[in-house]
């Protein structure tokens, strides 16, 4: 198989991290013989620096000629404690999913069993997490109407969904429910929010055309406890933007490190892979950030573009990482392998 | 002193938990020498159930002329599985609050030492945990202007905050930090909402103010993070309607039981107590909802009216009710006390 993927590193630790994913893909494109071209692009806090835009015209460009998007991290102190910024990084972010309408964000947490005892939780109750967060991404207050009311000192953010936004990706959950434990629960503020209860009424609806899923439904201040006291009663989660992103964030530390987790961004035209975590500035170029969480999303990619048996050996080379205790010092206190160690047990073992 | 009390059960097991934190206020009553009246009003479903209205005038009239409110809790299964209808339990406490202009929301997390195993994290990440969140109560997305558009079948919810709703809590959190260990944490979204930049611009304003006092700020989702990995970390938390609705029912399992954390809700006239958990259907009337939360409301009731003597004795007796074991199932399965039991040995416990 031909794939261009576009590589976004951006800022932090993002770049050295998709260096192994392509380290992986390579490996991948010579043991199974496909052929990949990678085009690095710049985003974010690197961006601002270049041009002066989160998202220079040039990368999405790049994103929308390309047939899948690796990305890294976003994110730079200086512009978090500068509130009157007119610019920051995360909007590249923002505004790359939005213009490549990527309304669907897959964030899967599982526990490996080489690291439960990694996780701040008793084993007992994560070992069996298996659990997937789809998560809508191009909606909410995320892109709702802002302003600011420089009269009374006053700022808005607006939350609207729609019916069709919560739709698509409401099917999009019910079939991967479908294809795994047949359990579904909603996420949402339905006692306190409008777009709660239209999010309800919009499931509950669907939910009819998929008798074979269970469909519950959690308010999020209840979610946030379920998922640490017994994160295995979930499947498949389906949640709006904010809550998502609260969510799976919290996930990630069952998993026993935010450094192991991957997600997709898919909609109808592109797809995107990167890391749950963020971008870690502390961590930049010192060889220690994890590489797992990207090089878990480059088996995401595989997936999409159906090499699933591509995609098994990555993450089969991951768990060999695992088990050999080739792993950073995030997962392993006295671990002395870096992220480019990692990396290239991970893509040296990568095979059919 | 004289006190009068108003007592709103609401659903559930809020009345039966309000019940026991009546023991033990009479019980100070009689030990100290003061004269509480009590009068009960219904809200919540129970309301709705009986007038139609989920909070009805004269539940909100004994309010206003009561020193003190002592709720319970609301919420009932029937409402919440009918996103289409047009009254619900919560928007009595939602209205109740925005009358009585409760706007900060004072949740204390503390792990006690007794407690410690009953966490479902690792005694040393939880053992010294000690924090208290400032939540802000009246203001963003719950009490935003609300709409459903039947056209285009969209819903919106809309936040707004303005400077001097930041700055009266702002204020509050400050003057709580410095009394403590002098840290206060911001917790927005300050990367993707316009409301968390004003927040940030006011609350670092105000900081100037306390310069014993350290600040930082953390995004919501790597906060949900935080208070798993590290909650020893924080001293007082600061935050809005939203994220403090999911970061105290998170910090709640910290403690090792939702049903062990109290809170107040102030403002400039009233003053409302409440336990952070829900109204739990599934135990009502069963005689195993744990009273602890309430009682130790109680106690903040007695410490803002500056009966500090009266406040450390209802915390002694629920210590002692620790170390006797004489705790509810949530907090040991084979426990054979129920509600009623540890109620009345708390209250027989509060003595000079
Ligand atoms: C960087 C930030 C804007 C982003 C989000 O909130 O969506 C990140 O936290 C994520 O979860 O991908
Ligand atoms: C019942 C509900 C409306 C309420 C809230 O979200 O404020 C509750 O969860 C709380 O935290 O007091």
Known sequence: MQLNIAVLG?????????????KCLRSVEETFGHSFTFRKELVGAAAIKATGDPLPERT??????????????????????DPKAKVWPEQGLLRLRKELGLFANIRPVKVFPTLVKQSP???????????????????????????INEDNNSATDTCT??????????????????????KLTLVDKANVLETSRLWRRTVYTIAESYPEVTLDSLFIDNAAVQMILNPSQFDVILTDIMFGDILSDQGSVIAGSIGLLPSASVGADYAM?????????????????????????????LQHFKMQEESDAVVAAVLKSFSKKIVTPDIMGSSKYGTNYVGDFIADNIME
């Open 10 to 22: 951006g800022d932090g630790i993002g770049p050295e991290v998709v260096a192994q994913s392509i």
């Open 60 to 81: 999405l460009q790049t994103c929308k000629d390309s047939d899948a998007i690796l990305f890294g991290a976003i994110g730079s102190p200086e512009f978090d404690s």
């Open 121 to 147: 939780l008793a084993k007992k109750i994560v070992q069996h997490t298996d659990l997937v967060i789809y998560r809508e991404l191009s909606g909410g207050i995320y892109y709702g109407h802002k302003s």
């Open 161 to 182: 969904y729609t019916e069709s936004e919560i739709s698509r990706i409401t099917h999009l959950a019910f079939k991967a429910a479908k294809a795994r434990r047949k």
């Open 273 to 301: 892979f990167e890391p749950i975590h963020g971008s870690y500035p502390d961590a930049k170029d010192k060889n220690i950030a994890n590489p797992v969480a990207s090089i878990l999303s480059t088996a995401m990619l």
